[in-house]
């Protein structure tokens, strides 16, 4: 193949591009859009942002602001975690409007996170989200086909192709060449996507680090990129055996309906069909059962927690719990937290793994869709894929129960037991010197595990176009 | 004519495969709306079964303490589910079918998120109002972008024309067999939604009906002006397309985005740390400054002593209720700021019928905002009228066996609605007539 003659054809792909009608309307629209979700994704990220920050400090200094009291009252005032959005957010909204964004911290309560977008939203929610990323996975795609449809299959139509091929260009570099050209022009899209996310990133200051912001910036630049050269190789090579230049086209929107609408939803739909979750409150109803069944701080005859009584007493050769060393009834919610926190995150371990089983269906259909490849890989490095959401619920939850615990720890140490002299309440210097609540996103390793199975596929799809651009650029029909 | 039409039509491969895909994901979408009926009528047996299993494991604990009862059980409010919601599931996947609150403060508890998979919310369901807005236009669109064209690229438009002087009304009559086929399959697959998942021919049902005719309507004729342009395929297609995905994917897109910005909602969080600090500093203060604003609130407990030095129920709820007062305008502001998101969509929405479509089936299916805001509104209602009904009893320190159990169980919450004939249809109906207008215009010239 010679480097000049697919860089020739290259740039004749682009010339009859930009002189033709759909390139200049194409270009205007994209413009609109690209002002239009820029602007909305920062006034959303900024926004939120802004106001949560500013709540969450309410929320710390109300706390250290407490008087002197009981230290369980506090381990009920509790606290709240806000979420906050991943700068990339602004790139790729992902599942941010689906998740919740708050949540209160108390003992003994795991509460949901609540007042996700969608929660406050209409109908139109379904309908989608206009973001940077929304652009490139669903409406370049398109482009691409309606800017490459007609490139092999006209040139057959036309009789040009035979006279290429008259002239001693070989069939290789008549599709490669084209591929190179169509690829070429949908980087432009690309790179001036990319070009408005890196001033966002270097402008906007953020609470991840700057080196695993421009990380995850990176792999999603690559991964976009191989997206866009594989939709361009299978654009060209539909053109190339299509007979006609309208049969080529027909066949490459059905293949976008079928990859960017129909089958995400269908097996999203079939995964939640096949594997059923129980309701909120079925969940509560098992996590109660099992609570009861293994001890129940509630119930003063409770075995568990009497049989727990009778090995402290022991342990400490006392007769009464009111001569224990420590604050008795902060021992028993110590120990009646660890029991009920460790069976509820039983449960919602096991909720998710099925909400797992239920997308790995789409997930695993990467090897056979890019689409979802990129869409899953693209919401992973930009922090708005359920796992970064999950990440977020952990974290918060390991604070309420540090926060429980803390109290608990506080009450068996400085509160008299029922019936002894001393102080009913503490300094509130404790409170100051509990920690507030600081989010650190997910590593950019973690990232790279939970979307192993993208980035292979998307691997294998690249390696599936050059072959296939090698294969079959040999069979080409010239008339 | 209408035969030999018929019969060629037949013959297309485009007939198989559309006739196949709606039928299979037809089918499939009702099955889904059947599965999701299901799944509400497990859940109802479940709350159900939980209220009376903890009052009655409560009862046994704190039998002689109906204060500390109270604060333990929890009574639930069920939005009664219809069947026809299962055509559009709507927003009721995210919103919470039931919600089942203890006396005390509510703000903390009425917003409760309901448990489901996040990416599932994100794809959407897969209902028959979703086949209905998106497939069946494509259909529609793969059957007719070369209604015109084919006949001209394939040299049969001049073997045509030299027949017949009717030329657009074999157009017409072309058009006329896929649209009615296309009709012919909706109403089928109305039907066999009405059959499997049990709904009733009520008003709804038919109003759902009737806007799905019309918003096929809306579809044919759009593709009828397309083909009256007379160009080639591959424009059609083309433009077919690209207002395909202007309309059901870019267009209701941008003006979500839109509203979600314009209106954004950070009263929400700003009531759920009011609710609490409200509660929590009373417990720090005097006892009037509890007291005060929850007899202004319920003047006839008045009577009741509040002990300065101890701890006392009155005191105690009275604490609570605070919490609920000092989030009272927020949570009101935040009502007020969803509602016009809800009035401000329906408003665009009227000029572009998929968006349309899509509201009022939900609204109609009962799935909608608006419908959601309601039953926040009874059960805010519902937990006041509990509170009240137990109050006195808490506070004159009665033992739990003064109240009857038995008949709390879990309530049932019916919304009632009605719809304007009007509203629902006019606007897509005008869209649809004047578009055939200007097709109509176009063919006169062939």
Known sequence: MRKRIIYLLAGQLWKDAFRSKVMSVTLGLMIFLLIFSTYSGWENYHDQNYTRDIIQDQVQQSWE?????????????????????????????????????????????????????????????????????????????????????????????NGTLKLLIGQGISRKEIVFGKWLGLWGLSLIFLFSIFL????????????????????????????????????????????????????????????????????????????????????????????????????????????HFNALKDSVLLAHNVKKVGDLPFNYGGFVMAKGEALSTAIYLEHQERLYKVYNKQNNLERSSAFLNPYTAIKNLSMGFS????????????????????????????????IPNKGKEGPNKISNDYWKKFPPFEYQFLSISKVFKNELISILALLLWSILTVFGLLRLSTNLKAI | MYHLLLKSFFRTKIFWLSLVLLISVGIISILIGKQY??????????????????????????????????????????????NISAISIGQSDVNPLLQTVTIRGLEGQKYDANFENPSLLMSGNLDLGFVIIYLFPLVLIAMTFNLYSEEEELGTWRILSAQTSAKAKFLFKKLVVRIGFVFAILIFLMLMASAILQIPYSANFWAIFMQSLLYLLF??????????????????????????????????????NYVLNKYQVPEALDAMVEQRDGYHEKWDLEKDATMTGFYEAYPQFKKYDVPEDKFSWIWYYGMQHMGDLAAKNKSAEMKEKIMMRNTISEKIALFVPTMHAQLSFNNLAGTDMVSHLNFLKALTEYHETLRLSFYTKIFDYNPADVIDWETHEAKFYKSKRDFSWLYLMLPTLLITLIITIFGGLNLRKL
């Open chain 1, 65 to 157: 602001n407490n008087p002197d009291k009981h230290p369980h009252r506090m381990a009920h005032y509790g606290s709240f975690a806000l979420r906050l959005k991943h700068i990339l957010s602004v790139f790729d909204l992902g599942m941010e409007n689906f998740v919740g964004n708050a949540v209160f911290l108390e003992a003994h309560k795991q509460n949901t996170v609540n007042f996700s977008e969608a929660s406050m939203s209409t109908g139109l929610l379904r309908f989608g989200d206009v973001s940077l990323a929304m652009l490139l996975k669903v409406i370049v795609p398109l482009l691409i086909f309606y800017l490459g449809f007609a490139s092999i299959a006209r040139e057959r139509q």
């Open chain 1, 196 to 303: 408005v996310v890196l001033v966002f990133l270097l402008m906007e200051s953020h609470d991840t680090s700057y080196k695993d912001s421009m990380l995850r910036f990176g792999v999603l630049v690559i991964s976009y990129i191989i997206f866009f050269a594989i939709l361009s190789a299978i654009t060209i090579l539909v053109s190339a055996f299509s007979k006609t230049a309208k049969g080529a086209l027909i066949k490459l929107l059905g293949i976008w309906l079928l990859f960017v609408i129909i089958l995400p939803k269908s097996l999203q739909a079939i995964g939640y069909y096949l594997y059923p979750t129980p309701s909120k409150i079925e969940m509560e109803t098992a996590v109660e059962y099992d609570l009861v069944k293994q001890g129940d701080s509630h119930n003063p005859d409770d075995p």
């Open chain 1, 383 to 414: 922090g708005t894929d359920f796992k970064s959401f999950l990440h977020f619920k952990d974290k918060a939850e390991a604070y309420r129960y540090k926060l429980a615990q803390d109290m608990n720890q506080l009450q068996m140490d400085f």
């Open chain 2, 37 to 82: 009926l299901v799944k509400q009528e497990k859940t109802i047996v479940a709350a159900q079964a939980f209220q009376k299993e903890s009052i009655k494991r409560n009862l046994e604990y704190h039998n002689d303490d109906l204060g500390l009862l109270l604060y333990y059980l929890r009574f639930t409010l069920i939005k009664k589910p219809e």
């Open chain 2, 219 to 256: 579809w044919s004729v759009l593709c009828f002006f397309m083909v009256s342009l007379l160009k080639n395929s591959s424009f059609n297609a083309l433009a077919l397309i690209s207002i395909w995905v202007t309309l059901t994917i870019l267009f209701p897109a941008l003006v979500n």
